[in-house]
């Protein structure tokens, strides 16, 4: 299997905080720049987060501040700490390579936040 796996998504209270991970094949994982993308129903995919192999960090505007990727090169694993979470944050969660591979989308976690 190719694609990755995301899980930790659910209902959460505005204020709260999830754990996302993201278990991922090594070839793909260990060589690039892998990202956090989310979207919300009707809205395009955005990239909300993004973590370099040598585990520098980018974040959108929106997140930054609550938000913390991180990933784990041995069990190729990628993990989104979402904190403060806000109803606006409310989005099917994906991971992938930056830039995306478009075969290697996987089916998401979602993620609601109740206000």
């Known amino acids: 299997q190719v694609q990755p796996v995301e899980s930790g998504g659910g209902l959460v209270q505005a204020g709260g905080s999830l754990r996302l991970s993201c278990a991922a094949s090594g070839n793909i994982f260990s060589y690039n720049t892998m990202g956090w993308y989310r979207q919300a129903p009707g809205k395009e995919r955005d990239l909300v987060a993004r973590i370099s192999t040598s585990s520098v960090t980018n974040y959108a505007d929106s997140v930054k501040g609550r938000f913390s990727i991180s990933r784990d090169n041995v069990k190729n694993t990628m993990y989104l700490q979402m904190n403060v979470l806000k109803p606006e944050d409310t989005a099917f969660y994906y991971c992938?390579?930056?830039?995306?591979?478009?075969?290697?989308w996987g089916q998401g976690t979602l993620v609601t936040v109740s206000s």
């Open positions: 992938n390579t930056v830039p995306p591979i478009g075969v290697f």
